[in-house]
DNA sequence: GAGTGGTCTAGACCACTGT
DNA sequence: CAGTGGTCTAGACCACTCC
């Protein structure tokens, strides 16, 4: 025998998945909903979670509990990276007429919010390893969030490390308000003299925790992927680390494998 | 001001990271706790509802609520791919010597259990779509749950599908109780004369359906991470559509991109 | 049977939105 | 201000595990 909040939960998202109730519709006041099904609030509300989790609605304090639209989903593929790779020798005008972002989200550059901050950090333990470097090596942390202008929550955030040493040759590496810089990272390497042969990508999803959740605006526990993207140069050095994490429902990841 | 259940869920959060509270203890009664934080049952049930949806914490009904342990994730490379196609060549002893399943596992075959089963359809709109076919095109769905023995759930459940007319030629292909199958699928269609060329990857994340939920032994809404792998030859012709399915916490797959 | 978590109720009050 | 969802309480009873 099913318990009560998962058969009203049942009814809610049939409804909603036989387009009794469409994607932007309101469902009817809590207090509306304990009269129907005749049960007491909380047993409701507990329903109400069971769909909130799975995403098939939104509540929004005082105004109401609406239908979810699925929100489209950002394709980005790896291709990316090649195409990234051929823009290093084009001049800054071309680099300029379209970023990376625009590529991957289909938005004209001008729907997109873009912040950028630079740090100098240190490598802690997991950074150390991955570049292969002693553990307190100095790192230019570069933290960026990009949104749609419309929204206020970011649907990326990408925190990538680059090492000083790499770097410092061009100060203008190291300026956050240089950022967007036409043509991205692998142009950015270039510029001192570092060409990036492989890219590997370790993808995997988690709960959110209570942080990231303010920040995503989405709820504790829903889904996040992250993906940490490792950069080598053709002798196996490691120069670029960056951490991607997205709302689970904003992204959806394309890789390319060719077998020999 | 924080809510009353996020302060209590804070704060045995805190005890978790803090290791005062260890992978495998049992926290206070939930009536204990009651107690300790002075609130009432809902609230405290509130604050663990937290917890366990960002896995922290596991409740077994008569038994106790337990901090979780992180379990393994599986690493999954997609040089598993390159590594299964040099094995195409070998005898069915060498292959028959070590499966994919365990490679990717780091577990010996012994230790898994593995379930296939065999099943023709008809292609839908989205496999019709897939393959470059037409809808009701005959399909050979395969559909493979691999759990560790000591578990009851599997910890990935892969559907994969293939064209009637592609493997037909060879009738063991189209019986379940050859599996598992030395070499796995590229021998299989090598079998019919099929070599795979290209392997693509989407990767998403979404959350549990209630069926899904049960069906991996997880909490619905705890994130699965879905994998569509298309297989190409040569000639761009798709031979194979397989949909893997982890709950998120077993599984982070690694692909690699190799720059011209 | 004692102890655990799971479900449900009836009612109170608070916080936010829009008129 | 009325109407919405958000939080919290005190208490009841049920389902499961283990001794």
Redesign the interface.
């Known amino acids: 025998m099913a318990a009560k909040f998962?058969r009203i939960?049942?009814d809610i998202r049939h409804r909603i998945e036989s387009a009794d109730l469409k994607p932007g519709d309101r469902l009817p006041a809590e207090t509306a909903l304990v009269a129907d099904y005749n049960v007491s609030l909380?047993t409701l509300r507990r329903a109400l979670?069971?769909l909130e989790?799975?995403?098939f609605i939104e509540r929004v304090q005082g105004k109401g509990t609406f239908v979810r639209g699925r929100r489209a989903?950002l394709e980005r593929s790896?291709e990316r990276?090649?195409w990234e790779?051929d823009r290093v020798q084009l001049g800054e005008q071309d680099r300029r007429a379209t970023g990376a972002s625009e590529r991957d989200t289909g938005l004209r550059i001008d729907d997109l919010a873009f912040t950028a901050r630079y740090e100098r950090a240190e490598a802690d333990a997991d950074l150390a390893a991955t570049f292969g470097v002693e553990l307190a090596t100095p790192i230019l942390r570069r933290t960026y969030w990009t949104r749609a202008r419309e929204e206020a929550a970011p649907f990326v955030l990408v925190v990538s490390h680059l090492l000083v040493r790499h770097v410092e040759a061009n100060p203008l590496l190291m300026d956050e308000r240089r950022e967007p810089w036409p043509g991205g990272t692998q142009h950015q390497l270039s510029t001192v003299g570092i060409e990036?042969?492989?890219?590997?990508?370790?993808?995997?999803?988690?709960?959110?925790?209570?942080d990231e959740a303010r920040e995503f605006d989405v709820f504790?526990?829903?889904?996040?992927?992250i993906d940490r993207k490792v950069s080598y140069t053709g002798t196996g050095e490691v120069v670029e680390v960056a951490d991607n994490t997205w709302p689970?429902?904003r992204?959806?990841?394309?890789?390319?494998?060719?077998?020999?």
């Open positions: 998962d939960a049942a909380g979670d069971v989790a799975e995403q989903r790896a990276y090649q790779r990036v042969d492989r890219i590997t990508d370790r993808v995997f999803a988690r709960p959110a925790t209570v504790p526990g829903a889904p996040l992927v689970a429902d992204i959806a990841l394309t890789f390319h494998t060719y077998l020999k």
